[in-house]
């Protein structure tokens, strides 16, 4: 596990999600009397508005919007942080009832009510952004308002896993008065009712964050305000926090800086913690591109792919390869990709190629993303660009832009093949699987799979415990083997560097990996 350092410990079980410190390094509690911590990351977001955002944004989201549900430090299921108690009213899963703290309000002092939590969790479903949040709703058929406290969910199928939708961030909580129920806001402002408010935002930038004296929820806020920087790439973040202009760094850590960090981060006064994480990484092909659309072209590309060079070549060991769309760790885990393709094979993928009567070098154009994965993400592409090529099978473009623009432009179906990453919206197979399927899904890329959304995944909602739906999970994923629409290529660690001075981070990350900004202070003795 590479725990060459003395004072690392890996984090073995994966579903509590929890980073474990370095000998006692960030365990000691204080109060923050030396200005904002500064947190560093390279996942900047896309928006500020929760109806338009089914990605990293949520790391923002968290801070500053508010859930009905959300996870305590320590949690691995949700509990009531808008609410004061929320449960199913049967035990069909199909109705969902929760009641609200007492005297809730905004950021602003706006009243918060049950009618606020309608209002932002129908203006999701109104808006239906492609790509969008609207996607996790599939199982909402109505919500009904009983009084200013409480509210129904009722569900047109079986969904325990509800409550776990409801606690992720795309379901905060907006202030109706500030937020069109049938448009995105776009002026940079934030309303909502989180542990803290956002004092100011430059997009790509910085985002500052402040206390809300308005909060009521879980949260102990042990700090009065936190400032993250967002960054190009990880040298520069690594360098910012060396030259102590940040505290913290999370997301996007570069492998040679985890190294580096690894063997001479403490005579800088450094620390490194690294846990096990449920990030992953793969390969999308789009249907309507004349080359993508072929079987036999994906399945070559799955049989040429060498996800062992890519995790030690490019990543330095510090992820792993991937073998399914559900990682290590979750119960249902596969690894049918190695099960159906074993090691990767030139010869294999010619002969698929040979059987479905295509003889010429197949020409893909690949696209990633240059800003939101980290600065591995260029060099992994000219890898897998170099495997396919050198397959002699392949003629490949590589293409990259800004997740701004990346994003809209995947929406839009412009990409034959593309790279995206995916941070769990909540810990369990499920979320690996039925974001990703569907007419309208995560990846702005219809994916029908009729028996995964209309039989497997259906029967696997109407089952509480979790661990009983192995046998759903496992054929869902020999579909995705057997489609080959996505292509799995790693699974990632956590890492957060810091400065000797902050305490907390060990508490900071909730079970889909989320910084929870609150739990970061600064010590005030040795």
């Not at 305490?503 to 900004?517: V, Y």
Request: aromatic residues 10%; neutral net charge.
């Amino acid at each position: 596990m590479f725990n060459r350092n003395p004072c690392l410990r890996h984090l073995a079980a994966v579903t509590s999600i929890t980073l474990v410190a370095g000998c006692g390094v960030l365990s000691s509690a204080s109060s923050d009397d030396k200005g904002p911590i500064v947190v560093g990351t390279t996942s900047a977001p896309s928006t500020l508005d929760p109806a338009a955002s089914w990605d990293g944004s949520w790391e923002l989201f968290r801070n500053i919007y508010q859930t009905l549900l959300s996870y305590p430090s320590g949690a691995t299921t949700p509990q009531p942080d808008a609410a004061q108690s929320c449960g199913f009213a049967d035990t069909s899963n199909l109705v969902y009832r929760c009641k609200l703290r007492a005297d809730m309000k905004f950021s602003d002092g706006d009243a918060l009510d049950a009618r606020a939590v309608k209002y932002s969790i129908d203006r999701i479903k109104k808006i239906n952004l492609p790509g969008g949040p609207a996607g996790l709703l599939g199982s909402l058929d109505r919500i009904q308002v009983l009084n200013a406290r409480e509210l129904v969910f009722h569900l047109n199928k079986s969904d325990a896993t509800f409550p776990f939708v409801l606690a992720t961030p795309a379901m905060s909580i907006v202030d109706p008065d500030d937020y069109s129920a049938h448009s995105l806001r776009k002026d940079g402002k934030v309303f909502g009712s989180g542990p803290y408010s956002l004092r100011s935002y430059e997009e790509g930038k910085q985002a500052e964050l402040v206390r809300n004296e308005h909060y009521k929820g879980f949260a102990e806020l042990k700090n009065d305000a936190v400032t993250i920087r967002y960054f190009q790439d990880s040298g520069q973040m690594v360098d910012a926090l060396k030259d102590k202009k940040i505290d913290v760094t999370f997301r996007g850590l570069a492998s040679k800086d985890v190294v580096s960090l690894r063997t001479k981060g403490a005579d800088n006064g450094l620390q490194l913690v690294e846990g096990a994480g449920m990030e992953i990484s793969y390969l999308v092909f789009n249907p309507k591109d004349p080359w993508a659309k072929k079987l036999a072209v994906r399945k070559a590309v799955a049989q040429v792919i060498d996800r062992a060079a890519i995790a030690h070549k490019v990543y330095k060991d510090t992820v792993d390869p991937l073998y399914s769309m559900v990682p290590a760790g979750l119960t249902g885990h596969t690894t049918g990709f190695f099960d159906d393709y074993g090691d990767p094979s030139s010869s294999k993928a010619r002969q698929i190629l040979s059987e479905a009567g295509i003889t010429e070098r197949v020409p893909l154009t690949l696209w990633y993303t240059t800003d939101r994965y980290g600065s591995e993400t260029a060099p992994e592409f000219q890898e897998i660009k170099r495997q396919l090529e050198g397959s002699g099978l392949f003629r490949v473009s590589l293409n990259g832009r800004p997740w701004k623009t990346y994003e809209e432009g995947y929406r839009k179906g412009e990409y034959p093949v593309f790279g995206r990453g995916w941070f769990p919206d909540f810990p369990d197979a499920d979320n690996f699987i039925a974001p990703f399927v569907g007419r309208q899904n995560a990846l702005g890329t219809p994916y029908p799979a009729p028996r995964i959304t209309d039989t497997l995944l259906p029967a696997s909602r109407r089952e509480s415990d979790r661990g009983a739906v192995v046998k759903e999970f496992e054929a869902a994923q020999q579909i995705l083997v057997d489609d080959a629409r996505l292509l799995p290529l790693w699974q990632g660690k956590q890492f957060v560097a810091a400065s000797e001075e902050i305490s907390g981070g060990e508490q900071a990350l909730d079970p889909s990996t989320i910084m929870m900004m609150w739990e970061l202070h600064r010590k005030t003795s040795w």
